[in-house]
């Protein structure tokens, strides 16, 4: 009997390539090019395991919240965010034909 395993995340490997694009972007050290690289195939192999994503688009109309763990500086945000929405716009066409999953919801909240 194979054993399934149900796990949320509250970030997806997307996320990560966001910020990896970011730090490279603001030449930080290490975040080269082929790094880059290596980070988009490790999102690609990663992605094959998700059967659902939630998208979220920073809005402000919602206060930022310093809880101590969240990012609260919005200019960081904004520019993650525009970063991140028109990537995962362009490859949302294609997701389904190149990862498992199903379903990619965008929720405006």
């Known amino acids: 009997m194979v ?3 149900k796990l949320f995340l509250y970030r997806c490997p997307l996320d990560n ?3 990896t694009i970011w730090c490279n972007e ?3 050290d290490g975040f080269t090019k082929e790094f880059v690289g290596k980070q988009i195939n490790l999102m690609k192999e990663s992605m094959r395991s998700l059967d659902i994503i939630f998208l979220c688009r920073f809005d402000a ?3 930022v919240e310093d809880d101590g763990f969240r990012e609260t500086d919005v200019k960081f945000i ?3 965010d525009n970063i991140l929405i028109p990537f995962f716009s362009n ?3 294609t997701l389904k034909q190149i990862f498992s999953f199903q379903k990619v919801i ?3 909240l």
């Open 3 to 5: 054993k399934t395993i």
């Open 17 to 19: 390539l966001a910020y």
């Open 26 to 28: 603001k030449k930080k």
């Open 61 to 63: 109309n919602q206060k």
């Open 78 to 80: 904004l520019e993650v």
């Open 91 to 93: 490859i949302c066409k």
């Open 106 to 108: 965008h929720l405006q």
